[in-house]
């Protein structure tokens, strides 16, 4: 059975191989395109470095399958839909983790890729091309470019957030309310738009917690495992009440992921437990916030 190490040392060939492109291309990256509406834009660079990312990992584990943003079903190495057994290797790729920062020149975006067994997230790697940097993790801890990392462990006041949280998509005025109740209870919050990244950070001590709603498998896999990896602290949960899952569920319907994470639509990830319960609260849920000790 193929490690976590060497599941982590397939995802960094496969986010190294399209390195040089997605530099090349972020030079000139061309229209865009747009999915769900006008916020969620996409660029034939996302389409065509998946493919080169999927040809590494099957190269280099042929009977796993890989769910990424650019096609959002579980696929085999043969391009048809399956579903896993209870041991295969399950990849979770974002091409362009922050697609609307390369579109417009920022540069502030990721190719993102985790892989998982049941259930499980055991190998990540982020990998920032412009910049070189690398953020690796595997049974044995979370690394940035071969080096440790360790998630921040300060009071909350003292604490630098990041989210992209509210958005016209998913908020009201109320969530706008509870923003401004976080830019004024912590050191200094961040919009950065790239949700992998987000986690890398904290993972990395530069940032003490990071939260969202609604996001996708593909955004958190490879955060999540980062985070946890530097000794912080992950925690996902779902309000839709409309997804099968063996995790405890509460008087309300809500769901309270344990294990099985990456699949949880709305999370938080801290280098403190304190953190990540403030940051659930702030998401306007108190009730799961209470339960975190």
């Known amino acids: 059975m193929t490690t976590s190490i060497q599941l982590a040392d397939i995802a960094e060939q496969a986010a190294h191989a399209v390195s040089s492109y997605l530099v090349d291309a972020f030079e000139n990256p061309g229209a865009v395109e747009y999915k769900a509406d006008f916020h969620d834009v996409v660029t034939v660079h996302d389409k065509a ?19 990424a943003e650019e096609s959002s079903e579980l696929l085999t190495a043969s391009g048809t839909p399956s579903e896993p057994g209870s041991n295969d290797v399950v990849w979770y790729v974002d091409p362009i983790d922050g697609t609307s920062n390369f579109a417009s020149g920022i540069d502030h975006w990721c190719v993102s890729i985790a892989a998982a067994r049941g259930r499980e997230i055991i190998a990540a790697v982020i990998h920032q091309p412009t910049t070189g940097i690398t953020y690796h993790a595997d049974e044995t801890g979370a690394y940035r470019n071969g080096v440790a990392m360790r998630a921040l462990e300060v009071p909350i006041k003292r604490g630098v957030f990041a989210t992209s949280y509210p958005s016209s998509r998913l908020g009201d005025e109320s969530d706008a309310q509870a923003f401004l109740r976080l830019v004024r209870s912590v050191r200094s919050v961040r919009r950065p738009g790239s949700t992998a990244l987000e986690l890398a950070d904290v993972a990395a001590g530069h940032l003490l917690a990071a939260y969202n709603r609604g996001t996708n498998p593909w955004d958190v896999a490879a955060g999540l495992l980062l985070v946890q990896r530097a000794g912080g602290f992950y925690f996902g949960f779902d309000d839709d009440g409309g997804r099968p899952s063996p995790a405890p569920q509460h008087s309300d319907g809500t769901k309270l992921y344990t294990d099985d994470l990456v699949h949880a639509r709305n999370y938080a990830g801290a280098g403190t437990k304190e953190a ?3 940051c659930i609260e702030i998401l306007g849920r108190p ?3 209470a339960q975190i000790q």
Not at 54 to 65: E, K, Q, R, Y
């Open 49 to 67: 470095s998946q493919a080169q990312i999927a040809d590494v990992i099957f190269a280099g584990a042929p009977d796993s399958l890989i769910v």
């Open 276 to 278: 990540a319960a403030f």
């Open 287 to 289: 009730d799961i916030a």
